[in-house]
Structure formats: C-alpha cells, structure tokens
C-alpha cells in the first residue's frame, strides 16, 4: 500500500475535530468539532468550506436515507437539516447522567447507528455503546468505558469493532442478522507511549485505520490484527479518518488542538485542522441511517 504524505486542505483550528463522513450526495467531506459545538463542510473541488452552530456539543452525524443527518449531540440523536440549519430531537440519550455525552458513531449495512457514550470530563467510567434502529436507541450492555471511540463497521456488516480509548483497546464483536452482539473478543491493544486509539474506520480489504491521540500518526491493522501500515501526521492528536473522493481513494483525517500546552500549539500549528493524503487503497461507502 503507498501513501501520500499528509497535508492540511482546510485550516479551522478545532479544538476538537472529528467524525469525518464523506457525503456521496454532494461530494463533499462533513465533520464536527466537539467543544466548540460546529458542524462543517469541506468540498475538496471548489475548497469551499461552510460551518453550522450546533445547539449542544457536536459527536457526529450520518446522511439519512430520508434526507438530511441524524447528528449526535452531547444529550442525544437529532436531525440535521443542513438547509434550515436546525436541529430537531429524534432521541434522548442518559438523561441520568448530565456529565455525559455522546462521541463517536458509525452506521452498519442495514441502516443501524451504533455509537458511544463517555464522561465529558474524562475521569468516570459512565461510558457505554448503544444502538439506534427502528427508531429505538438500545443500550448494547458494553459499558464501563471512561472514553468511547468508534465504532466502525467491517465491509461485509458482520464484525463491529469497539475501541476503549483509556485502556489503549479495540475489541470486535460479531453482528447477528437481528442487530444484537455476539461477545466481544480482543482485537489489538495500543502499546504504552504509542499514543491512544481514537477514531476507527475500515477500508474495502478489510483493514482497520485508527488515529491515534497523542500519537503523530494513524494506523492500518489487517482484519488480524496486524499491524501492517503507519502514517505519520505533524500533529500529535489525530482522531479519525474518511475515505472519499473518486474511487474513494482520498483520506481525510480530523486533528484536535485539546490537551496541548501554548508551547505545544507553537511547535504544532497545524493542529486542529483537517488533513488530506492519496492512497491505493479504497474505503467503503459511509452507509445511510434508516
């Protein structure tokens, strides 16, 4: 596999970017940055870059087969309309605990929405995964996380892989045709001083990508668990990448500027922003919420 060397297309200093989703509809690249509560839009043709004031922090959010995105909020799942710019609630999740927040998501071949829960101060582990189908959100029964990360989908919508960020681990799960989880089983852990696992995504040979914060790069794992690919980045937080553009060839990766010092934002001033690189490898289509 080659790679071309990362570079910055669009310069927003989030303080923390994530959810990169490649929107097939209009060719265009959406993300989220959490804490400063946005919702943007990078096309990579024209450079035009749009930004949209969410009510609460921003998780994530997926194109919706009805049209528009069911985003997630620090409180729950909402849709999107990017034409209004309003967001109307379609779920609330944990209303017990008012610390939490939504973070991370992806969708399965069938339309389902998986996505995690996580302390906003990074300290309890009130975290959990829950699932989103036939307008009900269902807790999965896997909790007891500080952070949450992903998850993400394998090509054929059979594996879910799970990532404990403060534990360094990934785990996977098989998905039974009814949209319940088999047990969980190890992946790949993250060796101590090589960063933490953030967000995953799989590319169409079944090989997981995931950024790695405080960790200069991000990393392609067979389906394994093989280490066989890095790529490094000159920012330390990376958080997630999305495959898009023709062929789907093109990766987008979210960066964060959280955590760092004022002498680290100096040495790293292209943290915070949305990167770009070529590779020979496709992605897979980000599915649709039914």
Not at 209 to 217: A, C, F, H, P, V
Not at 238 to 243: D, E, R, S, W
Request: charged share 25%.
């Amino acid at each position: 596999m080659r790679c071309s060397e990362p570079q910055p297309v669009c310069e927003v200093g989030a303080e923390l970017g994530e959810g990169p989703i490649w929107d097939s509809r209009d060719h265009a690249l959406w993300f989220v940055d959490i804490k400063n509560k946005k919702i943007h839009r990078y096309d990579p043709e024209s450079r035009e870059h749009r930004t949209w004031d969410a009510p609460e922090f921003a998780a994530f959010l997926f194109p919706a087969v009805s049209g528009g995105f069911v985003a997630g909020l620090k409180s729950g799942l909402f849709r999107f309309d990017q034409e209004k710019g309003t967001f109307d609630r379609i779920a609330s999740v944990e209303t017990d605990k008012q610390d939490n927040r939504l973070n991370d998501g992806a969708v399965d071949r069938a339309g389902r929405l998986w996505f995690g829960t996580m302390d906003n101060k990074e300290k309890d582990k009130s975290g959990a995964f829950y699932r989103f189908a036939n307008g009900e959100v269902t807790p999965t029964g896997i909790g007891d996380m500080v952070v949450t990360n992903g998850p993400a989908v394998s090509p054929d919508g059979r594996t879910l892989y799970l990532v404990d960020t403060f534990r360094r681990r990934i785990e996977q799960a098989d998905i039974r045709d009814d949209g319940s989880l088999g047990s969980r089983r190890p992946f790949v852990t993250i060796e101590q001083g090589a960063g933490f696992p953030d967000g995953p995504t799989v590319d169409s040979e079944g090989a997981v990508w995931i950024g790695l914060y405080s960790g200069w790069s991000v990393r392609r794992y067979s389906a394994a668990g093989e280490l066989i690919a890095t790529v490094k980045f000159p920012a330390a937080n990376v958080t997630k990448l999305a495959f898009g553009g023709d062929g789907l060839r093109t990766v987008f990766a979210t960066t964060a500027r959280q955590g760092l010092t004022d002498e680290q934002k100096q040495k790293q001033p292209l943290s915070g922003h949305l990167f770009q690189f070529e590779c020979d490898v496709a992605g897979v289509e980000c599915p649709r919420v039914r």
